[in-house]
């Protein structure tokens, strides 16, 4: 190659690099349109065709760009014409179909519609678990779900998990038909998965342990040889560090076959990879989780591919992928071959602290969990409308609880009653001024019911009197006035998410922006 030539090429390897890096300038100071999803459930949108018009025209004055519908509730009810799972249909809607009728009226205003399922919860009374019990998870004991209380105050949970793992069983004869059938009888845009895991919020560590999964843990990690079942290899240490030495799989005890569910579950979870080394067996049963779930995302999206490869899949999903994989086998920042948009639930209940600090977490959230996704697909930052007033809201939940606790309690119990009227009071007090400023008329209402059902330390309330003031508070409770839930906090928040330039925003949910009067605000924030 003679001097010039080098030169002539330098100069149009100069000239190429300039312009492809103009081209991405000018690709990077037109950033896409930031999108906009809502999740809704079918109460929002009413049952006749005129009221699922009015609420598009809503979504549609707010600039929302995806309605993400609930048609799988947490207790197995479903809200489409199933021809498959009749018995599942929620009661009211055996002849309004909620699902065709939204995606008629939003397709003709240019809205997406996302048919959102919850995945592995089930009601106790709901047809899968009626119809099949074997296909719930199980813990150590051996029972369900529905045995966990919630809270400290020891709430009954009422939901049943199913096993995502068991074949045949709920995934592979329930779920996954049911979003088939949509796929093939709805012109959705998306399917999309919620409760996409293992239950977090009960006994993160207590599931699964069903027979299939108890046979199924240690054969997905290879704990024994299959041939050769009762034969166990003992490994000659030769590397000075104990973890070093761990070549062998014979890796279950020999009498593994006689252990009960209990002592199963006790080694899967504490048992030590290799004797003498740390207590590192659960790290198989998390993996094997996170697999189970993989395992059913990447079999959705194959299914839904097959009968229309355009409709997409989304996804809610926990804040934090590395710790959702520990804690509920979510996995989720590996799901970009099978998940076209991420919608992360990175709302305020999830992070202690004030609103500031919200704000930050929420920002800093939002940027780490597009560094965990490699920004391979679209992530639209999650906010959850009602727990950004947490502190408004705290003082007439916590009267609600006082008020339902006097009413539980023993007319013979004097000692604890004048104890509860003494906190209704306190309670009331620490509410009354931020009612007063937005509705003048309740407070007033409210401080009138109060009267009898405190005095004379709540000896003598009636059951008239106590239930007046519990259906005062609950219709407070259902249609907050204008103002009590600082619009402001809705703004910061979106505010705060776009400082990570995430995709799109979803918020939840539209009936809590009815029931708070955020409406008007989400229109200001979501202006085009
Ligand atoms: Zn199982």
């Known amino acids: 190659m003679t001097f010039i030539a080098v030169v002539v090429l330098l100069v149009s390897l100069i000239v190429l690099t300039t312009n492809s890096?103009?081209?991405?300038?000018?690709?990077?100071?037109?950033?896409?349109?930031?999108?906009?999803?809502?999740?809704?459930?079918?109460?929002?949108?009413?049952?006749?065709?005129?009221?699922?018009?009015?609420?598009?025209?809503?979504?549609?004055?707010?600039?929302?760009?995806?309605?993400?519908?609930?048609?799988?509730?947490?207790?197995?009810?479903?809200?489409?014409?199933?021809?498959?799972?009749?018995?599942?249909?929620?009661?009211?809607?055996?002849?309004?179909?909620?699902?065709?009728?939204?995606?008629?009226?939003?397709h003709a205003q240019g809205i997406k519609v996302d048919a959102w399922l919850v995945d592995f919860a089930e009601g106790e009374r709901g047809a899968a678990f009626r119809e099949h019990p074997e296909w719930a998870m199980l813990n150590p004991d051996g029972t369900t779900t529905a045995s966990e209380s919630l809270g400290v105050a020891k709430r009954h949970y009422g939901y049943v998990w199913m096993c995502p793992a068991r074949r045949p069983g709920y995934t592979d004869q329930w779920l996954l038909p049911m979003i088939e059938e949509i796929a093939t009888n709805y012109a959705v845009d998306s399917i999309h998965h919620d409760y996409v895991r293992y239950p977090g919020d009960v006994a993160p560590d207590s599931?699964?342990?069903?027979?299939?999964?108890?046979?199924?843990?240690?054969?997905?990690?290879m704990l024994s040889y299959e041939t050769g079942t009762q034969e166990r290899f003992k490994v000659k240490h030769s590397q000075e560090r104990i973890e070093a030495n761990w070549s062998d799989v014979t890796m279950l005890p020999p009498d593994w076959q006689q252990r009960d569910r209990r002592e199963m579950a006790d080694y899967i979870l504490n048992g030590h990879t290799i004797p003498g080394g740390p207590p590192d067996m659960r790290y198989y049963f998390y993996d094997y989780r996170a697999h189970q779930i993989d395992t059913f995302v990447r079999e959705a999206h194959e299914r839904i591919k097959k009968i229309n490869p355009r409709i997409g899949i989304s996804a809610a999903i926990f804040k934090n992928p590395i710790q959702s994989s520990r804690f509920i086998g979510q996995r989720w920042h590996e799901?970009?071959?099978?998940?076209?948009?991420?919608?992360?639930?990175?709302?305020?209940?999830?992070?202690?602290?004030?609103?500031?600090?919200?704000?930050?977490?929420?920002?800093?959230?939002?940027?780490?969990?597009?560094?965990?996704?490699?920004?391979?697909?679209?992530?639209?930052?999650?906010?959850?409308?009602?727990?950004?007033?947490?502190?408004?809201?705290?003082?007439?939940?916590?009267?609600?609880?006082?008020?339902?606790?006097?009413?539980?309690?023993?007319?013979?119990?004097?000692?604890?009653?004048?104890?509860?009227?003494?906190?209704?009071?306190?309670?009331?007090?620490?509410?009354?001024?931020?009612?007063?400023?937005?509705?003048?008329?309740?407070?007033?209402?409210?401080?009138?019911?109060?009267?009898?059902?405190?005095?004379?330390?709540?000896?003598?309330?009636?059951?008239?009197?106590?239930?007046?003031?519990?259906?005062?508070?609950?219709?407070?409770?259902?249609?907050l006035p204008a103002g009590f839930c600082p619009p402001e906090k809705l703004t910061l928040a979106i505010e705060a998410a776009r400082k990570a330039k995430p995709n799109g925003i979803a918020i939840f949910s539209a009936g809590n922006l009815t029931i708070e009067k955020l409406w008007p605000t989400l229109e200001a924030a979501f202006k085009r």
């Open 21 to 106: 890096s103009r081209a991405e300038e000018t690709k990077t100071t037109q950033p896409a349109r930031e999108m906009h999803a809502l999740w809704s459930h079918p109460p929002d949108v009413g049952k006749t065709a005129e009221s699922v018009r009015e609420f598009v025209a809503k979504c549609k004055r707010a600039n929302i760009d995806t309605i993400v519908m609930l048609i799988k509730g947490m207790a197995g009810e479903i809200y489409w014409k199933s021809k498959k799972f009749p018995q599942a249909i929620a009661k009211g809607y055996e002849s309004f179909d909620v699902l065709e009728h939204l995606v008629r009226e939003a």
């Open 335 to 479: 799901w970009s071959r099978w998940v076209d948009v991420y919608m992360p639930m990175t709302y305020r209940s999830f992070f202690v602290g004030d609103m500031q600090a919200y704000e930050d977490h929420l920002a800093e959230t939002t940027a780490r969990q597009i560094e965990w996704t490699r920004g391979e697909k679209p992530l639209y930052a999650g906010i959850a409308s009602t727990y950004l007033c947490r502190e408004e809201m705290k003082p007439l939940e916590d009267l609600r609880e006082q008020v339902g606790d006097l009413k539980n309690s023993l007319p013979t119990d004097t000692l604890g009653r004048a104890d509860k009227a003494r906190a209704i009071s306190k309670g009331f007090d620490a509410l009354r001024e931020r009612l007063a400023r937005f509705a003048p008329e309740q407070e007033r209402e409210i401080a009138l019911l109060l009267v009898p059902v405190v005095a004379d330390d709540a000896r003598t309330f009636t059951p008239e009197a106590i239930d007046k003031l519990v259906a005062a508070l609950l219709r407070l409770r259902r249609d």
């Open 207 to 221: 599931y699964c342990f069903c027979d299939y999964c108890l046979k199924h843990i240690p054969r997905y990690a």
